[in-house]
């Protein structure tokens, strides 16, 4: 057994970190929240009236920003709390999806039950030629 670990190190090593890049999102989903695709954050806003909350900085919301979707920006977002609805599901959106994730953490140790970040951001959003105001 120990001759067959050394010979095959490198497999092991390849395993563990494919391992590794397989879980990290279910983490990130525990620790943060579901990451949720441009289509699946469509219908949440269509079927159950989901809140759009934008975290980029305002100059940034201007230059484009999604339909409906309302500009709380990330370093503020703990000063209109009581302006969100906690019933209803949110959707952060920012550049890339990584910047929602403090968001979305804050937003969970709050009480909101549902909170999404939207996948890859708006630059997923564009990817899939969805329009932005």
Same mark, same amino acid.
Do not use: C
């Given at each position: ?57 305002? &100059?940034?919301?201007? !230059? *484009?920003?999604?339909?409906?979707? +309302? ?9 209109? /709390? %009581? ?20 968001? &979305?953490?804050?937003? !969970? *140790?709050?009480?909101?039950?549902? +909170? ?9 959003? /564009? %990817? ?6």
């Amino acid at each position: 057994m120990l001759q067959f670990l050394q010979q095959n190190l490198m497999l092991l090593a390849v395993i563990v970190i494919a391992l590794i890049a397989l879980l990290l999102p279910m983490f990130n989903a525990k620790r943060y929240a579901p990451e949720v695709s441009p289509k699946n954050a469509i219908d949440m806003i269509n079927k159950r009236k989901a809140q759009v909350i934008d975290v980029r900085k305002p &100059a940034e919301f201007k !230059r *484009g920003h999604i339909a409906g979707s +309302v500009n709380y920006p990330a370093d503020h977002i703990q000063n209109v /709390l %009581k302006e969100l609805d906690r019933t209803r599901p949110v959707i952060l959106i920012d550049q890339t999806g990584a910047g929602s994730r403090p968001v &979305a953490k804050l937003l !969970r *140790g709050v009480g909101f039950a549902e +909170v999404y970040i939207l996948e890859t951001g708006l630059i997923g959003w /564009l %990817k899939e030629k969805l329009p932005l105001e």
